[in-house]
């Protein structure tokens, strides 16, 4: 099962900043957090994944708290082109090689 | 540009006739999944290879095969498709060997059809 709970789905007005939350309580010292999304009818894309610290990259910013048991993905400026279902996924170590498990996601809608 | 590829993009079969999806990628990844995703829900690990080594998930039904000839390609089987197995198809790779916290990248899918 997944180890992540987000909200089903939220709206964003183009331009503006975009905060999904996402609350792993059980995560694990050595697991990642990681953001997929998935724009309609497409493969999965990654975006951003992080330990403790805060990252940021050149599509979005990654926001953990001290913690660890919840994180927000921020898009600064929301375009129409980021309307998709965001995963937040803890990453399950598997013999050396990462194993996905999606849960439901966020669905993002940028509106115009 | 180095991509995940799958072919075909929509593939129709009919109820019980064998058909098989196709992945390929040039990133010279070690790992390849292969994921299914029915619709509005998310996607679904069936099982996936380290180099050769195949590790199936518990709960992947026995109808489902998979083949990694070579690096490069990785196939699907499905068995006797029932109209459960309508579903996006996923294949994905990543490159542990480049680091433990290396991502997933994603093919566009194979959406099949069961008649």
């Known amino acids: 099962d997944a180890k992540t709970t987000q909200p089903t789905s939220m709206d964003c007005a183009e331009g503006r900043a975009a905060n999904l939350p996402c609350n792993h309580s059980t995560i694990s010292g050595n697991e990642y957090v990681y953001w997929y999304r998935q724009i309609h009818s497409q493969g999965p894309q990654y975006i951003i994944h992080g330990l403790k610290n805060n990252e940021t990259n050149e599509m979005a910013s990654l926001i953990i708290t001290e913690d660890r048991k919840s994180s927000t993905l921020i898009l600064p400026h929301a375009t129409l082109r980021d309307t998709a279902v965001y995963y937040c996924?803890?990453?399950?170590?598997?013999?050396?090689?990462?194993?996905?498990?999606f849960g439901k996601g966020t669905k993002l809608t940028v509106n115009p | 540009d180095a991509m995940v590829i799958q072919n075909p993009r929509y593939q129709v079969t009919q109820f019980g006739k064998p058909v098989t999806l196709s992945c390929s990628q040039t990133?010279?990844?070690?790992?390849m999944y292969w994921y299914q995703q029915k619709s509005s829900q998310a996607p679904k690990l069936l099982f996936h290879y380290y180099d050769k080594d195949f590790n199936n998930e518990a709960d992947t039904p026995d109808n489902f095969q998979s083949r990694r000839p070579n690096t490069s390609f990785c196939f699907l089987d499905i068995r006797s498709p029932g109209l459960g197995d309508a579903a996006m198809y996923l294949c994905?790779?990543?490159?542990?060997?480049?680091?433990?916290?290396?991502?997933?990248?994603f093919g566009p899918g194979t959406r099949l059809t069961v008649l």
């Open positions: 990133l010279n990844h070690n790992v």
């Open positions: 996924i803890v990453r399950v170590a598997q013999g050396g090689s990462e194993k996905l498990v």
């Open positions: 994905a790779t990543s490159s542990p060997r480049g680091g433990w916290d290396s991502e997933q990248f």
